[in-house]
């Protein structure tokens, strides 16, 4: 006890068999049991309990002895001290126990059945004459009960009951003696979940302290340290490393520290970010009141000088001088010592700005000052030589006068040039002014074409092509959406919002230009007060729609970037978004794999950050769900390499998997379509993640024979009353028109009507070819998606994207100084607003739609995930509908949810019934 006092152990889970100890004690041996060989457990239990032998032959016992003893029979069991009448630790038995009474539930169910309503084949039931072992299996595995003690029984698909044990304690009393006790138990929750309950001050430790000892190799790292293994030793042992200057960690044990923000820096602790002080030379410090007076002394003594010129002007001393040079040299040199003030003291925007252009002035205007009397001295003393006299007329007044602001105004066109030398890239995009502006970035044309990379010269910028009408109606949302909070007088009053929406052109280089843009407020006007502080240039940007473009951008609200990997709060501290990511996507996805017992399938996924960190989800989820293989795993290459698509499209024949899983972007499916209707590989369920699934560019009459009966995950449907009438609305105007940055109503209204806007005073070569644009067109009269409100998903994610931004910025500006939640209880505002603030109000946003969804954010920044599910069904006159079969949604428990109408479902085989 000294060693083992103490000690914490499993231990089967203990029961209660109310009537088993008066069972046992009516256990007595008859003559069938001491007759029977083959039931005499009841005999050899006598003779061992009372070491009696029921027979007169001389036998040993079972302890070796010789002495010998007869059994009678009526010895009283109720008079013996032993563990078999003991009942207070039942734990195999409790088991034996629920197993007997899970067979007799099993048989129970069976024996209930009516004949044309059973399980089995043709409805039939199974009869104790005719018991097959798989037909009590199957009544087995659906045993449900719950016991006199209160545990349910049931079996999972693997015929394990539910995993519950006792926490068992040894405990050493005063007396000597050692209890084992129950301290706690641990199970298995129905959301798979292990679940702990320990009563720790019932406890006993066998330590002087009689508390828990510590049983680590090294001390947890405390936030503002990171890990270092140790190496040769486990991974348990290793050194906690203080995170080095502008590195943080904020837990503990963390295995890595990460870097700050631009604008921040660590704290002391190193445990989080602070924003940076601005760091300038103070008039206080010494080096400051040094230059500064060393400043207005030289100032002083040149205005000093000044003076003195100026009383002595008609002197001859000061007129053989060039006395208007002096002057200007005076004049200069003192600029040049009030100029360095503007490098002291608190920076302000204007100075920054004046600082340097202002000392180079000066300090040209007087060196140049100082080189022309140089060169007038030299001139004089050259006159004094024989026919010197000459070069003394091109040094006169006025080319002295011209020498010295030529070279002044060279230095002067400098400051301006530099900045026009920079290249102007022209963006198509959509522009309103506001009090406070939202950027948007979308996909409106969807390939680009790039200029040919010589290395020789320059390379002209990409150019945008294919209009999407589709991603024009979801910046067109962002600007209704915009308008609707600006008519809103609850929501951001006596704020007025715009918006400055660019095109990626779904390309990363553009969407990155566009989001320097936006942020450095290039091309945009930015006012200050006269504090010299003014709103940034965007406070947030809504979009984009792909993954690896928002990955480089990250600080925004996206509506369709899914990865998973940015849901990790380290690499991206700013990113919220308001679709599910990849990781439910998949959940989802192997949720509708197990409802149907599809346990070997094939994937396809695309070769960007979509597609790899979907793969690498699904296989490790479906590894934990233990729900099936994959038969294979190819990628989709970005271009269409038919070589590539041959080979993958022969591998999916040749495979017995007949399900399909692809997470692609509907190019890749196009090129693989191709592919499957020129080898004719039918007889495939096709299982399309959201990025497809509702594709209408793959709705055609050729693909309908291999792509019917699709199932797919898609973005939750909304409504947006009003949109259509906004929608309605869109009219191009002189602005549209002539403007290179503001033009995305031109190309819609070129695209949609297919005609072509000419510049005033440009002449139509062929009109015959060319329909020209009157801007008098009709768009009510059009019959295009564009207008239909049906299907809004990806418009439903950016008009909460839009929202969540707006409410998030009405709670800051709802907060009282004195009790917000910064520094000092401070608050945020508009003219010195940083982006982690926002950040903050975003976490909190808690919003409903007007479509009852609820908007809010968890710890990742990600939304609340719901998906519906579609499937994709083939009309008898060839048309194809995409229709909602049911929803997939995480519920509060954490758990997934999916909800089917299988009856609903249209399957794309003879059976009209699932594969």
Known sequence: MPFLAGTLGIAIRRGEIPGLRDFLLRIRPDNETLGSQHNNLVKQFWEYIFQCKFTSTHSKFLDGSTLERLCTGNEVLGNMENEFLDMSNLRPEYNVYKAVYALAHALEDMLKCVPGSGPFKGQSCASLQRLEPWQLLYYLGRVNFTTNFGDQVSFDENGDALPIYDVMNWMWHPDGSTEVKNVGDVKELASKLIHLILDEGNIFWNFESKEPPKSVCSESCPPGTRMARKKGEPVCCFDCILCSEGKISNETDSTDCTSCPEDFWSNPQRDHCVPKSMEFLSYLEPLGISLTTASLSGTLLC???????????TTPVVRANNS???????????????????????????????????????????????????????????????????????????????????????????????????????????????????????????????????FTSEPKDPICKGFDVL??????????????????????????LGYSLYDSCVKLGISFRAALSMTSGRGEPFQLNESCYGNPPVLGIVGDSSSTRTIAISSIVSYFATCSCLSDRKRF????????????????????????????????????????HAARSFQSDLAQSGGGCLAYLETLPRKNYQTEYERIVGIMKKSIARVVIVFAHETHMLNLMQEVLKQNATGLQWMASEAWTAATVLH??????????TLGIAIRRGEIPGLRDFLLRIHPNNDTLSSQDNNLVKQFWENIFQCKFVSPGMAVEEPTKEKVCTGNEVLRNMDTEFLDMS???????????????????????????????????????????ETWQLVHYL???????????????????DALPIYDVMNWMWLPEGSMEVQNVGEVKELASKTDDLILDEDKIFWNFESKKVC
């Open 791 to 833: 299907n809004l998903r990806p418009e439903y994610n950016v008009y909460k994207a839009v929202y969540a931004l707006a409410h998030a910025l009405h709670d800051m500006l709802q907060c009282v100084p004195g009790s917000g939640p910064f520094k000092d209880l401070s608050c945020a505002n508009l003219e010195r607003l």
């Open 843 to 861: 976490q909190m946003v808690n919003f409903t739609t007007h479509f009852g969804d609820h908007v809010s954010f968890d710890e990742n920044g």
């Open 700 to 709: 055609t009459p050729s693909y309908m024979p291999f792509l019917a009966g």
């Open 303 to 313: 205005s000093i000088v000044i003076g003195v010129f100026t009383y002595h002007r």
């Open 324 to 454: 208007e040079l002096s002057f200007l040299i005076l004049l200069s040199l003192k600029l040049c010592f009030l100029c360095s003030l503007l490098f002291i003291g608190h920076p302000r925007l204007w100075t920054c700005q004046l600082r340097h252009a202002a000392f180079g002035i000066s300090f040209v205007l007087c060196v140049s000052c100082i080189l022309v009397k140089t060169m007038v001295v030299l001139a004089v003393f050259r006159a004094t030589k024989p026919g010197g006299g000459s070069s003394l007329k091109w040094f006169g007044s006025m080319q002295q006068r011209g020498t010295v602001v030529f070279l002044t105004l060279i230095q002067a066109a400098i400051c301006p040039f530099s900045c026009m030398l920079q290249r102007q890239f022209n963006l198509n995009g959509m522009h309103k002014f506001g009090d406070v502006i939202l950027g948007g970035l979308f996909g409106v044309n969807f390939y680009t074409t790039f200029s040919e990379l010589s």
């Open 573 to 612: 501290p700013s990113f919220f978004r308001t679709i599910p990511s990849d990781a439910f996507q998949v959940r989802a996805v192997i949720q509708i794999l197990r409802r149907f017992g599809w346990t070997w399938v094939g994937m396809l996924i695309s070769d960007d950050d979509y597609g790899l």
């Open 471 to 496: 991603g024009f109606r979801q910046a067109q949302t962002m600007a209704f959406a915009v308008d609707e909070i600006n008519r809103n007088s609850k929501l951001l009053p006596n704020i007025s």
